[in-house]
């Protein structure tokens, strides 16, 4: 499954053709690593969970761009969307519904990574989901800011599962310096140039590296401007 991007009136309909495919995927997969759970080989298990976890991240991927296409297309601008957490300052704060989160906006929940999926070498900021509207990625249809969904630090064997059924390839390419600075709103991010990874361009999902490998993140370009 390519997810080079193509830009048709149809495509934000296709967000819940991926969420029905993934949860056929994921059912599948959990046939089979219960399956591979009463064997003996540790190295058929691990490939078996890392595809699961990586149909699970694809599928979230998938809801939230579905979520996030429902609110603009009742009327949301992408510019007032707001990406306050349960938990956050301000959440509970009428208005309501133009929050993603909010049972009264947009009624996404926020998850979590599960622990056996994370590969965190930096707390700042810390392995986990990020949603935000902070920068521009040079192969979308605009200038405008793009909306970006991250899987950040997570492990190398769910990165290479993700790409397999995103790219048909195990390859993960690199972007030249620290993932956050390209794919979690830390305030001073970089515009996503071709420049940074030549690889990446064309791909509205991808599960990319850190210049030195040690990083693993998986985008997702929610909203394209």
């Not at 296709?14 to 591979?36: E, H, M, P, Q, W």
């Not at 309501?96 to 979590?112: E, V």
């Not at 769910?158 to 310096?177: E, F, H």
Request: proline residues 2%.
């Amino acid at each position: 499954m390519r997810r080079k991007t193509v830009y048709h009136a149809t495509e934000n309909g296709n967000a819940l053709v991926y969420v029905l495919i993934a949860i056929v995927l994921f059912a599948a997969l959990s046939f089979t690593l219960s399956r591979n759970m009463s064997g003996s080989n540790t190295k058929e298990i691990d490939a078996a969970r890392a595809e699961l976890y990586a149909v699970e991240l694809i599928a979230y991927s998938a809801q939230v761009k579905s979520v996030i296409d429902q609110m603009t297309f009742t009327g949301t601008r992408i510019n007032t969307l707001d990406f306050t957490k349960p938990g956050e300052a301000g959440f509970n704060t009428s208005p309501h519904i133009h929050k993603i989160f909010h049972p009264q906006g947009g009624g996404l929940t926020s998850a979590n990574l599960s622990a056996r999926i994370i590969k965190e070498v930096s707390t700042n900021p810390e392995a986990g989901w990020y949603l935000g509207l902070f920068n521009n990625v040079e192969w979308t249809k605009g200038t405008g800011t793009d909306v970006i969904l991250t899987a950040h630090q997570i492990s190398k064997a769910v990165c290479l599962a993700i790409n397999d059924k995103i790219t048909n390839s195990t390859t993960i390419p690199a972007i030249s310096g620290d993932l956050e600075d390209y794919l979690v709103d830390t305030g001073t991010n970089n515009e996503f140039m071709a420049a940074s990874c030549a690889d990446c361009e064309g791909y509205v999902a991808l599960c990319v590296s850190n210049n030195t490998a040690s990083t693993y993140s998986f985008y997702t370009i929610i909203i394209d401007r």
